[in-house]
């Protein structure tokens, strides 16, 4: 069965699919910011506020780097949180050696009450990286995870459904091994889904 042609544009890239009979492009919202030069928003784009930019697969503004989080430095702030975690963890060494519990607390009584609060923010560093590995292991941003029922392709998906996942294994090996640009119209209607 020969489906219909529907040709989109997505920013630069010009894409064909051929969509069943009664299958529609959900409305994506539409771009009325200056700044995003199209009227239309790519498929997992998002208009963040404090950045004033249109941002292609958003994740998340992120207060510490100062900067949104989305598909062309995803991978970099899951390896500086990686790293952050290491730092921190390396910061827990450093206890000196004495015979006695006594001489020991006295020689590390302050490293020790610096310990504590290292081990604190390792734990919330582990937590941050944790989560950020499973919701790249779904293939799924902060921002989808977390208003999921707001946006519109993915309002009709099932609590447990993620019309973008392609497995554990593809889903990590595109994250962390394929470089560019993905058209996510394309994986969105990928043949056998059954998207309304």
């Known amino acids: 069965m020969r489906w219909p042609k529907v040709t989109a544009t997505s920013s630069s890239l010009r894409f064909s699919l051929y969509l069943p009979s ?3 492009i959900p409305n994506l919202p539409s771009a009325d910011h200056p700044c995003c030069g199209s009227s239309q928003q790519p498929m997992r784009s998002k208009h963040c506020q404090t950045c004033q930019h249109c941002v ?19 991978r970099w702030f899951v ?18 050696y004495a015979p006695t519990w006594q001489l020991w607390l006295r020689t590390n009584g302050v490293l ?23 919701l790249v292991s779904l ?9 999921r029922h707001r ?3 993915l309002k009709h998906c099932g609590a447990d459904e993620n019309p973008f996942d392609r ?29 309304v």
């Open 112 to 134: 020790l009450a610096v310990a504590v609060l290292v081990a604190l923010l390792s734990l919330i560093m582990l937590l941050l990286l944790s989560s950020h590995l499973y």
């Open 151 to 153: 946006i519109s392709y």
């Open 79 to 96: 390896l500086y949180l990686a790293v952050q975690l290491l730092v921190l963890l390396w910061g827990l060494t450093g206890f000196s």
């Open 167 to 195: 497995g554990t294994f593809h889903n990590l090996w595109g994250f962390f091994c394929v470089w560019g640009t993905v058209v996510w119209e394309q994986v969105y209607f990928r043949e056998g889904s059954d998207q």
């Open 22 to 24: 009664g299958v529609m």
């Open 56 to 74: 292609r697969r958003y994740d998340h503004h992120c207060p510490w780097i100062e900067n949104c989080v989305g598909e062309r430095n995803h």
């Open 139 to 147: 293939n799924t941003t902060t921002w989808e995870f977390m208003s």
